[in-house]
């Protein structure tokens, strides 16, 4: 039986269904939501694989509309989003009752949310994360946003959908590097909260890794299940809960924009958490230890953790300066005092902040 977690929100809430071969849980959210018409947003992967099948099951919504873009973190783009625009605004054009629905992974659950945000004052949005990242993290919370040249995900919105689901089958075609990409995600969830724990993710890496059912799913449902009270308490980032989800992101977000096109979200997260551990033992009393024992974890899971040598202390400064986290030459840096715990500190941006996060593990 699929798993149904909530996210509690004070305005509405929403269910995360999780399982294996959910086409009647999908069938089902169609028949509550009643939509006249769907927008259908996928990558070009992506549809390949899956887009029949989807458009099958979506049929009885009414008329379909379809838009495919490129894959890949440059699809987040203004360009993108402008054609989305066009094909839901085309006759026969959508109405506020249509339905968006994003079919991919991370990049785009955040442009078609965006566009679903925006679209006719806002549109109902369903999630089919079909990527581990997307489903353990990006189509969680109602972040939605695209990219800009002066950084990342600067402009966006919170439009949280209808629901989510979580079909794991979908992972059993997920290219090798973006399941790896995704692991980095879920040691996040260990290093800053309870669950899941990180003893039990250096336990049983060799079977999550490999993709095992049953602990490939209970690995997943806890992090949801982290994500989605995270999310209940701070819908908005309001009260500094959600943030602690941005570790290792700080340092991640200057490497996807210095470095475009080379690495995937989640290897940047992975080299964004070695660093944060770094700045956590200089700054926040994290043990000489850890920094190492989460490097070599991460590096057992194929992630990268040394800082691409090309990104230079100039640019460094220069990326963190435009994080949406400044303020008064000083940055809002999530920090693990010990594994299990994440706070926030307010640090200066220094030269001693740019040795910790320059210095390779």
Request: net charge neutral; hydrophobic share 45%; glycine share 8%.
């Amino acid at each position: 039986m699929p798993e149904r977690i909530p996210v509690q929100l004070s305005g509405r809430s929403y269910e995360i269904i999780l399982g294996r071969h959910l086409d009647r849980e999908l069938l089902s959210c169609i028949e509550t939501i009643k939509p006249h018409g769907v927008l259908l947003v996928s990558d070009q992967n992506v549809f390949a694989r899956h887009g029949a099948r989807y458009e099958a099951l979506l049929a009885g919504a009414g008329a379909i509309k379809r838009l495919i873009v490129p894959p890949g973190e440059s699809s987040k783009s203004l360009m993108q989003l402008a054609t989305i625009y066009d094909a839901a605004l085309a006759p026969p054009a959508l109405e506020r009752s249509s339905l968006v629905v994003a079919l991919g992974g991370g990049m785009v659950g955040d442009l078609a949310g965006f566009a679903a945000a925006t679209l006719l004052r806002g549109l109902p949005l369903l999630h089919i994360p079909t990527s581990l990242l997307a489903m353990v993290d990006s189509s969680i919370g109602g972040k939605t946003a695209i990219n800009h040249p002066a950084g990342k995900n600067l402009i966006g919105s919170f439009w949280q959908p209808q629901a989510v689901l979580c079909d794991l089958t979908l992972l059993d075609t997920l290219p090798a590097r973006e399941f790896n990409s995704a692991l980095a995600e879920i040691v996040k969830y260990a290093v800053i909260g309870q669950e899941p724990a990180l003893e039990d993710f250096e336990a049983h890496k060799e079977r999550i890794k490999a993709r095992t059912a049953g602990r490939l799913d209970e690995i997943v449902a806890a992090c949801i299940r982290h994500k989605a009270r995270v999310v209940a308490e701070d819908e908005r980032e309001q009260t500094g809960r959600r943030v602690l989800l941005n570790f290792g992101h700080t340092l991640a977000h200057v490497i996807e924009t210095r470095c475009p096109g080379r690495f995937l979200h989640g290897e940047a997260v992975a080299i964004g958490m070695v660093a944060a551990c770094r700045v956590s033992r200089r700054f926040a009393g994290l043990d000489a230890q850890s920094p190492a024992r989460l490097a070599k974890l991460l590096a057992s899971c194929n992630l990268p953790v040394k800082v691409p040598a090309e990104l230079t202390r100039q640019e460094l400064l220069a990326g963190l300066g435009g994080d949406k986290k400044r303020e008064a030459g000083r940055i809002q840096f999530v920090v693990t005092p010990r594994f299990g715990r994440a706070e926030v500190a307010s640090l200066a941006l220094d030269d001693a902040l740019l040795d910790c996060l320059l210095e390779q593990p």
